[in-house]
């Protein structure tokens, strides 16, 4: 049971440059999230997905693409890096049953992203 | 809206101290409250949550919270700490609902334990 995996660990890439942040989980979980993590900041979310077929944008999605490929997987695209986006990417998942409140998250181990 | 304060960005302490990191919320209706931790180069992974019930919530690793309502606070204490408690320590809030998504973090407070 590896709970939630992302790739690559780290990233570099130059101004306008793309590349897409693959997740997975393997806890059958309904609802999955990707957050940047900055410095003073704590976690923002950028995009989640509620349920296997939905994305909906998150508090900082402006430059950023989700696909939510299947109930398991989750990528978050940056169609044209800038530097602003340097930071570390955290996928995540939950069970979001329906009824249970206080839903916990599972976070991946993160991707660290430096854009020059 | 609902809204994290963690009260200190950066808490130093020695080995077998006690300690207690502060966080603060505000929101307009029930809510649920969870502390979560990162160990260095890793995800978060949780401590402990408030759902209802007791407001005294036990966690992992000798971890505890107070729900306090009237003053929007979940403190998180230990009564003697570890060098392997170093870590970021994140206060996060959802109102209510099913899914993850309403959850609002705060900006992590720094634990430093010293030999």
């Known amino acids: 049971n590896a709970g939630v995996t992302q790739t690559p660990k780290f990233q570099v890439l130059k101004t306008g440059q793309s590349m897409t942040l693959q997740c997975a989980q393997d806890?059958?979980?309904?609802?999955m999230y990707w957050y940047r993590q900055d410095p003073g900041m704590g976690l923002r979310l950028i995009y989640y997905s509620a349920s296997e077929g939905t994305t909906d944008k998150g508090e900082v999605p402006n430059g950023y693409n989700v696909s939510r490929l299947n109930k398991r997987e989750f990528s978050l695209r940056l169609e044209s890096a800038a530097p602003s986006q340097t930071s570390v990417y955290f996928c995540?998942?939950?069970?979001?049953?329906?009824?249970?409140?206080?839903?916990?998250?599972?976070f991946g181990p993160g991707t660290r992203l430096t854009v020059l | 809206a609902q809204s994290v304060t963690q009260l200190d960005s950066q808490v130093p302490v020695f080995e077998e101290a006690p300690v207690e990191l502060r966080c603060n919320y505000s929101?307009?209706?029930?809510?649920?409250l969870f502390w979560y931790v990162q160990y260095p180069n890793q995800g978060l992974q949780l401590l402990l949550k408030?759902?209802?019930?007791?407001?005294l919530v036990k966690g992992i690793n000798g971890f505890e919270a107070e729900f306090n309502k009237s003053q929007t606070s979940f403190h998180l204490r230990k009564p003697s700490v570890h060098i392997s408690d170093t870590a970021e320590y994140f206060c996060a809030v959802s109102e209510g609902g099913t899914g993850g998504f309403k959850t609002i973090f705060g900006a992590g407070t720094r634990l430093f334990v010293k030999a």
């Open positions: 806890m059958n979980h309904n609802s």
């Open positions: 408030y759902l209802s019930g007791s407001t």
């Open positions: 995540a998942s939950s069970e979001a049953r329906a009824g249970v409140k206080g839903d916990t998250q599972y």
């Open positions: 929101s307009s209706v029930s809510v649920y």
